[in-house]
């Protein structure tokens, strides 16, 4: 502690150059964190539906799940993964599907999902994909095949 003090009262000016430096990164750390906390894109956890009789509100799990029975369905997949996630603001969305399938051909596969979803996304409840990623796998794990 004397050690300290002693170095305090020698070198006053290291001392007060250091401060004016931990306060300044200080400050600078707290702006870049109050910024990301004002532009950062909100998640909304339901969609909701003005119509005439009322307003209408669907959550987000029940969106995932639709659309993964409708791929189960509609197309020849032994398993599906639906990762959705809407921003509040424009009706934006970011949209993940993990599939896998017993077929050879992947690509049509994967071209058949990205239709559905965009059928039904886009065209049913008026929300904007932004890029969707398709990724359909054979159900051994032999060989990888991405559509984006």
């Known amino acids: 502690m004397k050690?300290?003090?002693?170095?305090?009262i020698e070198w006053p000016n290291i001392w007060q150059s250091v401060v004016i430096i931990?306060?300044?990164?200080?400050?600078l750390?707290?702006?870049?964190l109050l910024l990301f906390g004002i532009f950062k894109q909100v998640k909304a956890?339901?969609?909701s539906f003005q119509q005439t009789l009322?307003?209408?509100?669907i959550p987000i799990a029940a969106i995932e799940k639709e659309l993964q029975h409708r791929l189960m369905s509609q197309v020849n997949l032994q398993t599906v993964q639906v990762n959705l996630k809407i921003f509040a603001k424009q009706?934006?969305?970011n949209l993940k599907i993990f599939a896998t399938s017993l077929d050879q051909d992947y690509e049509a596969l994967g071209q058949q999902v990205l239709a559905i979803a965009v059928a039904y996304?886009?065209?049913s409840l008026n929300v904007n994909l932004k890029q969707p990623k398709i990724q359909v796998k054979p159900v051994q794990k032999e060989k990888d095949v991405s559509v984006v």
Request: glycine share 6%; proline share 0%; net charge positive.
């Open 3 to 8: 050690r300290i003090i002693k170095m305090i």
């Open 54 to 57: 009322g307003r209408v509100t």
């Open 22 to 27: 931990l306060s300044s990164l200080t400050v």
């Open 45 to 47: 956890k339901e969609i």
């Open 29 to 32: 750390i707290g702006a870049v």
């Open 121 to 123: 996304l886009q065209k």
């Open 91 to 93: 009706r934006n969305a």
